[in-house]
Each structure stands twice: as structure tokens, then as C-alpha cells.
């Protein structure tokens, strides 16, 4: 063992240390390892740059633009609500279809995008259902995993493999190469969930469960938020009047929300109408006898009407009264929606008011859910936790920008409001584009990578994504710079005969029982794995050591190749093991227990099917 070799398998157990530990982020770990290899002269500069320049790279970079044209025109929602309707309310015929359906989008969609549409439709159906959506949630995300397996572009690892198989000088796969195996995968997880599924949350009604199918009225209702609504009338002379919004920063020194603006039309004309909804922070400028509709405290209220020369007109709004309900919180322009934030989100144990939403995302946070309890007063002195459900106030244009950031997910945004937010006169022309990508990549007419890259410049071009600014939002940096970061790792792995080495053990220890014994210890070493690092990282990683295992063993390395892939993809027993887990754990109320008992199972029975199928599709 050579010095190169034992420097680079060095950093390869401390990445992957790091990996598990969680503590430091995945890119960053990437980045340092990439560093640490150049500095120690194993790779040049310009091996250790490559990894950015690679197909798979800018493929992923592609992916998500295109992603976000799909989401952004609602298309995916369209498609997923019209299919899951035919389900009607059977728990058999709903698990079934939202696993079907789910993973036709997750063939050509992150996982974690698919989640995000798919969650609000299925805790609506299940909640119509009279289903406990804890029941039909897991076996949702699971299934967007699953449906990775059917394409070429479904998951990160599929593309790893194609990229591993080219570089030895083979064949590469072609884009539907995938779909018999990941029909297998979805046989196997719908049969599976359908025994399983007597280890999820039993239907018993939470006030929580309904979170995603509530209207705009409920939200209303669920957060008090007609017991804190009050008018006041701008006087003659008083110091707000000539003001914009912004100036006056109501929610800084008050703790107050401005809702609603109303202004009488004219002298003559005594109607009053309203002029704006914007949310404090806005440009509209306060004119006398303006009628101000007031979220907050009843005493704030009363103290910033006395200092600013305010009448109040009433103690609170009635509850009977038009005014009380959801109109004052939504509009076509303006709405409210519940968001959580996302188990990595850099927002976590951040107080509201050093967070920036209002002045990064222009929305107001008007209460926060924690557990069965409501804040509503002080908003800006709490911490945000993992878990904490959101009402958050601001245009629906900005509600639908919150969406496609990494750090929350829009899970409550009412059903009847949610197609406002997408430009919905280009979901036909979001499809034509997806549909002409298929098309390139299956009569691989052009490179893959290239017909990625058209689909995503057409997205921008016909404006199924709102601008070029959004589709950058699109993308996910940290998976990039980690795709980005570890392929020059597997370089190294290569050119220094550390996979060699590792290989080496691998058909020592399992060889001699042959290609079988061999392939399934391939399978169950990335299986468990990638339980603790990314499933991309997981493939980079061992897709080599796996290549020149079979090559020693004189085998077609297309079935230990495949297993990286599906093992490293098919991970169900942790809920961190994958970011649709993670999301699911708090809507559907999962313990980390109903994963071992769902989950593990599931990821067994996948392993034994795929160590015995992958040999039939693809011989030794």
C-alpha cells in the first residue's frame, strides 16, 4: 500500500465520517475532500476541477430548471389531482394510485419535488377519505424513491452509473434501460406497503391531520386570527398620513400586522373600496380617513392608534360580518399559507426577526403551530423550530417563490388558492417541453446531457419558469457541489488502486461463493451505507469498487453497477435517510419507529428481489 493510496483512503473515512456525523454539510465536506486530494499532489488541478464540468453535473443543473417549469405551471399538479381522482375513497385504491402515480413523477423528478406537490393533494384526498393521512403519507414518500428507478434522469445514482460504465469504455444505458428494474421496485413497494401498512398510524382523527386541505377560512379559524383583527381610521392631521408602510415598520415597533387597506373612492362617493392588501413593508402610502385593518394584540393596537392619531373604530371585528372572515387575508394578489420548515433549513433555532422573511421573502408570519399549541403575540422573539407549522401574509407571487426555496415547504396553502400561484396557461407548453426531452433522450439523436440542457433553456424561454433568476432559485446548490466535489474522489479511488485494494477484499471475503454472494454483498454494503451519508455520495463512492470487483471476477459489471444504483436509492429505514422521509415525518406524525417497522422490512425484501432479479435483466 502505497502513500497515495493510504492518504486517499484517509480522506475517504473521514468524509465519510463527517457524512454520518451530520455536523458539517455535505457540500462543504465534498469541497474539503476534493481540496485535501489536490493539496497532497493525488490529483491535478484540473482532475480535481472535473467534477464540475462533468455530464452528470450539469445534467443535474439541467433537471432542476426543468423541474421547476413543471412545477411552476402546475402541471404536475394538474396531472397528479386528475389521476388520484379515480381512486375515489377506498384506502386500498388510494394507496395504490398515490404510489403509481407518485412515481411516475418521481421518474422524472427529484423526489423531494415530488413530495412537495404531491403532499397537499394526498392529505386532502385522505382527509375526504376519512383516512388518517399517516396511513397513505409514508407510503408516498417511499414511492417517489421507488419511481426513481424507472428512468434514466430519476435519480442521481442512475446517472453516476452511466457515467462510471462510459469512463471503463462500455456501453451506456439508455434512458428507459432502467424501467424493468424500477417496475420490479414498485411491484415489490406496492405489495410490500399493502401487508405493511397494518404498522402505520391507526385512523384516529388529529386536529393536525387536516393541515394541507384547509381552506382559507379554516386556516382563519385555526389561528384565531379574526380574535385579533381590528379597524382603525386614519384622523385629520394624524403623523402616519403622507407615509408608506415601510416607513412606518408597524411590525418592528409594534408587534402589528397592517392586513388591509380601505380608502372611499371619492369625496361624492362614500363606498369605501380596497386599495391595497399588501403586508407591512409595502410602498403604499396611508392617505386620511383611510380605514386600517389591524392584526394583533389588542393593546398594541390601542397604543400605536393613540400615538399616531388613529380612532379606533370598533374593539373587534364582528364575528358575523363579511370583514371577519377570509377575504381580509386573501385576494388575487395577496394570500396566507402554512409552510414548515425543511429538516435542513438554515432557519432552525433562528428568531422570527433575525430570520429576513419579510425582507428576503416579503411575507409577514402571522402564528406559529407548535405541537397543539398557537403563538400569536411576539412573534419576533421566538425561535424557529423543526416541526413548527407557519401562517405566513404576502402576495401569492412571493407565497409561490417561499415554495421553491430549499429551507421551508409550502404544505398548507389553500386548495382553492394554490392554482393562483402557478401560471397555469403554460402547463401545456411545460409538458410539450418535458415531452420533447423524453423524446432527444430516448432516440438519443444528441447527447443526453445536451438535450437536458435545450429543455432547460426552452423552459426559461417560453417563461414556464417566471424568469432566469427563478430558475437559478431552482436549483439545488448543496447537490451540486456535492456531485460536483466527490467524483474527483472516485478518481482518486481509481488512479491511486484504492479501489483496486477495496475490490480486492470485497472478492476475497465473498468471491469464492461466486458472482451471487458477491453481488449481494455489493447490494447490502450500499444499502447500509447510504442509511448514513446521500445516496449520490453512497454511489460515487462504491460504483468503481464495485466495477472492478466484477472485473477481477471476470463478470459483466452491469448487475453490480445496478445494484449500487437501487441499493443506494432504495433506503426506507430512517427517516433522515432521504429528504422525503424527513418531510412526511411530521405531517404524517410518525415516530422514528414506524420506520423500523415499515421501512427496514421493505428495504430487506428489496434487497433479497433485486439480488435475485438484477441477474436475469442483466447476466453475469
Not at 382553492?416 to 402547463?427: C, F, G, S
Not at 444504483?565 to 422525503?580: K, L
Request: charge should be neutral; include cysteine; hydrophobic fraction near 50%.
Amino acid at each position: 500500500m502505497n502513500e497515495s493510496m493510504i492518504i486517499t483512503l484517509a480522506v475517504l473515512i473521514i468524509a465519510s465520517m463527517l457524512f454520518i456525523s451530520g455536523k458539517v454539510r455535505s457540500d462543504l465536506v465534498a469541497v474539503g475532500a476534493l481540496i485535501a486530494l489536490m493539496l497532497c499532489d493525488i490529483l491535478t488541478p484540473a482532475e480535481a476541477l472535473s467534477g464540475f464540468s462533468n455530464s452528470v453535473v450539469i445534467m443535474m443543473v439541467g433537471l432542476f430548471v426543468v423541474g421547476g417549469g413543471i412545477f411552476q405551471t402546475g402541471l404536475a399538479k394538474m396531472v397528479s389531482s386528475k389521476m388520484l381522482q379515480l381512486a375515489g375513497t377506498n384506502e386500498t385504491r388510494l394507496l395504490v394510485m398515490i404510489m403509481i402515480v407518485t412515481s411516475a413523477i418521481g421518474a422524472f423528478v427529484s423526489n423531494t419535488g415530488t413530495i412537495a406537490v404531491m403532499m397537499p393533494i394526498v392529505v386532502s384526498l385522505a382527509m375526504s377519505a376519512g383516512t388518517n393521512p399517516g396511513r397513505l403519507l409514508m407510503p408516498l414518500a417511499f414511492a417517489s424513491s421507488l419511481g426513481g428507478m424507472l428512468t434514466l434522469i430519476g435519480t442521481p445514482p442512475n446517472l453516476v452509473i452511466q457515467e462510471t460504465l462510459q469512463a471503463a469504455g462500455y456501453t451506456a444505458v439508455s434512458f428507459f434501460t432502467f424501467t424493468p428494474v424500477g417496475l420490479v421496485c414498485i411491484v415489490v413497494g406496492v405489495l410490500s406497503l399493502l401487508f405493511l401498512r397494518r404498522f402505520l398510524p391507526k385512523n384516529e382523527r388529529n386536529a393536525d391531520d387536516d393541515r394541507q386541505g384547509r381552506s382559507l377560512l379554516d386556516l382563519v379559524q385555526q389561528y384565531q386570527l379574526r380574535q385579533n383583527l381590528y379597524r382603525v381610521q386614519v384622523g385629520a392631521g394624524s403623523p402616519v398620513c403622507g407615509k408608506r408602510l415601510h416607513e412606518l415598520d408597524i411590525s418592528a415597533k409594534h408587534g402589528l400586522n397592517i392586513i388591509e387597506v380601505r380608502r372611499k373612492i371619492s369625496a361624492k362617493n362614500q363606498f369605501f373600496k380596497t386599495i391595497n392588501q399588501e403586508i407591512a413593508g409595502s410602498h403604499t402610502v396611508i392617505e386620511e380617513e383611510d380605514i386600517l385593518y389591524i392584526h394583533g394584540p389588542f393593546e398594541n393596537v390601542q397604543a400605536f392608534a393613540l400615538e399616531s392619531g388613529l380612532e379606533m373604530m370598533d374593539r373587534r371585528i364582528p364575528e358575523n360580518k363579511k370583514a371577519a372572515g377570509s377575504e381580509q387575508y386573501a385576494t388575487e394578489d395577496v394570500g396566507i399559507a402554512e409552510v414548515m420548515l425543511t429538516p435542513t433549513s438554515r432557519l432552525i433555532n433562528r428568531l422570527i426577526k433575525e430570520s429576513g422573511f419579510r425582507e428576503k421573502y416579503h411575507v409577514n408570519i402571522l402564528g406559529i403551530q407548535r405541537k397543539d399549541h398557537y403563538l400569536l403575540h411576539n412573534l419576533k422573539e421566538e425561535k424557529m423550530r423543526f416541526g413548527d407549522a407557519m401562517l405566513v401574509q404576502g402576495t401569492w407571487r412571493d407565497i409561490a417563490r417561499l415554495a421553491t426555496e430549499p429551507d421551508v415547504v409550502v404544505v398548507g396553502q389553500p386548495n382553492e388558492e394554490a392554482r393562483k400561484v402557478t401560471m397555469d396557461n403554460k402547463a401545456p407548453i411545460a409538458a410539450g417541453i418535458m415531452g420533447l426531452m423524453v423524446l432527444l433522450l430516448i432516440s438519443e439523436l444528441i447527447p443526453a446531457v445536451a438535450a437536458v440542457m435545450i429543455a432547460a433553456v426552452l423552459m426559461v424561454a417560453f417563461r414556464c419558469v417566471r424568469s432566469m433568476e427563478d430558475a437559478y432559485k431552482t436549483i439545488n446548490w448543496e447537490s451540486v457541489v456535492l456531485i460536483g466535489g466527490m467524483i474527483p474522489m472516485s478518481i482518486a479511488i481509481e488512479k491511486t488502486g484504492a479501489a483496486a485494494l477495496l475490490s480486492d477484499g470485497m472478492v476475497n471475503l465473498l468471491g469464492g461463493q461466486g458472482p451471487l454472494i458477491l453481488l449481494a454483498g455489493v447490494y447490502f454494503t450500499t444499502s447500509m451505507l447510504t442509511m448514513f451519508i446521500s445516496n449520490t455520495a453512497c454511489a460515487i463512492l462504491l460504483a468503481p469498487i464495485a466495477l472492478a470487483a466484477a472485473l477481477q471476477l471476470g463478470v459483466s459489471p452491469y448487475p453490480f453497477l445496478f445494484a449500487v444504483s437501487v441499493g443506494a436509492s432504495m433506503c426506507f429505514a430512517s427517516p433522515f435517510s432521504t429528504p422525503p422521509n424527513a418531510l412526511v415525518m411530521s405531517a404524517g406524525r410518525y415516530r422514528f419507529s414506524h420506520y423500523i417497522k415499515v421501512g427496514l422490512p421493505l428495504q430487506i425484501i428489496m434487497g433479497i428481489v433485486m439480488v435475485a432479479v438484477l441477474p436475469l435483466f442483466f447476466p453475469f
